[in-house]
């Protein structure tokens, strides 16, 4: 299972102080308030930095860390990639799962065929839908909906599911 969690990225500096601006990548910007600290990944490089505060800004994230007080220090992160430990992660309800847990998971439909791996996740608004690349390279996309989502298992690394009519196998 993966280690670390992407929350954002950060896309620019704010004010003179040295706040950076955060596109968040969570359903819940609201997270930020409760942590501590974050990892900033630059060119392969992965610092940890202590959050001193948190403010919003139209639907972004503005974050001053301890140490960065100057736009020039500020300027430094721009296009990082914030993590979070597993731990410092959102708790999630039961039959709700991390992106990052799912992608790689090998797709069966519910009669015993394997569809393809699950390549990526994008959500429409009202549900998720599944990318599954199949051994072809063809793209079948499945609605995250109880109809057709059976069952997953991060143990056995797969995902069952129901082919309803209109899904393309």
Do not use: C, W
């Given at each position: ?10 896309v620019?500096?704010f004010?003179v102080k040295?706040?950076?601006k955060?596109m ?10 409760n942590?501590?600290k ?16 948190v ?12 140490g ?8 430094k ?26 992608l790689?998971?090998e797709?069966?439909?519910?009669e015993?065929?394997l ?23 063809k793209?079948i ?5 109880q109809?057709?989502v059976?069952?997953?298992?991060l143990?056995?690394n ?7 009519s209109?899904l393309?196998q």
């Amino acid at each position: 299972m993966q280690e670390y969690f992407e929350i954002g990225q950060i896309v620019n500096h704010f004010g003179v102080k040295g706040m950076v601006k955060v596109m968040p990548y969570t359903d819940d910007i609201t997270r930020f308030d409760n942590l501590k600290k974050v990892y900033v990944v630059i060119r392969q490089t992965q610092k940890q930095y202590i959050i001193e505060q948190v403010k919003y800004h139209k639907n972004m994230v503005l974050l001053k860390f301890e140490g960065i007080d100057k736009i020039e220090d500020a300027e430094k992160l721009r296009n990082g990639i914030l993590k979070v430990e597993r731990k410092d992660a959102i708790k999630l309800e039961e039959g709700s799962y991390y992106i990052a847990d799912l992608l790689g998971m090998e797709v069966y439909t519910d009669e015993g065929k394997l569809l393809g791996i699950l390549d990526d996740i994008f959500n429409t608004g009202s549900n998720d839908v599944y990318v599954v690349k199949t051994e072809e390279y063809k793209q079948i996309l499945l609605p995250a909906i109880q109809e057709v989502v059976k069952e997953i298992s991060l143990e056995e690394n797969k995902i069952i599911v129901h082919m309803i009519s209109g899904l393309e196998q």
